[in-house]
């Protein structure tokens, strides 16, 4: 499916859309006449991840998902990736989609893309939210993702589930073992292997920290309490961009809209209104 009419995607329908040479997994929900509300996900997710934000959404946005490139039901590019790529991604996208504004959500990696996106792309962007994604990559990245990669490539996604989890979620969280939990293991279990290894390079190394104090869209960053030093982090880059805004989100690691939806969900309900 190429240069898809949005007229014709129902609400609630998943499709397939080719953009910047990658045939895209997307979901669309909300209002065909609403403004445009797009989310993205993390590494080793899938559009699913926001299912917990669309109840609260589809009655004002037209609301869009997509899998990043290598997760999901996105096809799994050939080479490695960079920021500069998946922000291409997300204009083809738009450009596809016939999308010529929208507010734009991610989290970790799709919070640097949302950054990136504002700081290239500023006439395509109403508003952005960032959520627990830094504006460099921190010391030791490159070895901490390949050690990660190597893992990976010798064992396959099954032995990153656990350790992620644990990184991800509070303690409290992972022992009450809520059925969600499952869910985030299934999704890192079954991001392609070529997917996450992909993505994972471009983690290893990108540095925005010039860029960002450019921004001059409405950017609301957001932290979980409990992601080791990524509050303090995020709250250097709303000092270093005029203008934004920072919430901590309580009883959260990494992933607050799905640790903690109700608070996150307020958050943002009110940075959108």
């Given at each position: 499916m190429k240069n898809t009419p949005t007229a014709v995607i129902d609400s609630g329908s998943s499709f397939h859309v080719e953009a910047n040479g990658i045939r895209f997994h997307c979901r669309i929900d909300g209002r065909k006449e609403a403004p445009w509300l797009v989310f993205s996900n993390s590494l080793a997710t899938n559009l699913s991840l926001w299912d917990g934000q669309i109840a609260m959404l589809e009655n004002s946005f037209r609301v869009l998902r997509y899998d990043q490139r290598g997760h999901g039901g996105t096809e799994v590019p050939s080479q490695p990736c960079t920021f500069e790529q998946l922000v291409d991604d997300v204009v083809a996208l738009f450009d596809a989609l016939a999308i010529e504004r929208a507010t734009f959500v991610g989290v970790s990696m799709g919070a640097i893309t949302a950054l990136r996106l504002a700081a290239r792309n500023a006439r395509r962007v109403d508003r952005i939210v960032?959520?627990?994604?830094?504006?460099?990559?921190?010391?030791?990245?490159?070895?901490?993702?390949?050690?990660?990669?190597?893992?990976?490539?010798?064992?396959?996604?099954?032995?990153?589930?656990?350790?992620?989890?644990?990184?991800?979620?509070?303690?409290?969280?992972?022992?009450?073992?809520?059925?969600?939990?499952?869910?985030?293991?299934?999704?890192?279990?079954?991001?392609?292997?070529?997917?996450?290894?992909?993505?994972?390079?471009?983690?290893?190394?990108?540095?925005?920290?010039?860029?960002?104090?450019?921004?001059?869209?409405?950017?609301?960053?957001?932290?979980?309490?409990?992601?080791?030093?990524?509050?303090?982090?995020?709250?250097?880059?709303?000092?270093?961009?005029?203008?934004?805004?920072?919430?901590?989100?309580?009883?959260?690691?990494?992933?607050?809209?799905?640790?903690?939806?109700?608070?996150?969900?307020?958050?943002?309900?009110?940075?959108?209104?």
């Open positions: 960032a959520c627990d994604g830094q504006w460099a990559a921190q010391p030791g990245a490159r070895e901490l993702w390949e050690e990660r990669i190597a893992t990976v490539q010798n064992q396959g996604m099954q032995a990153l589930v656990e350790p992620t989890v644990r990184r991800w979620f509070r303690p409290e969280f992972i022992a009450g073992n809520p059925p969600s939990l499952e869910k985030v293991r299934r999704m890192i279990a079954t991001t392609p292997a070529g997917g996450f290894i992909a993505c994972g390079r471009a983690l290893q190394q990108y540095d925005y920290r010039e860029c960002l104090p450019q921004i001059g869209v409405p950017t609301l960053l957001l932290a979980g309490a409990a992601d080791g030093t990524m509050p303090e982090v995020m709250r250097e880059m709303h000092r270093a961009m005029p203008g934004s805004n920072f919430v901590e989100i309580p009883n959260a690691g990494h992933l607050p809209n799905f640790e903690n939806p109700e608070v996150f969900n307020q958050t943002l309900s009110k940075f959108l209104a």
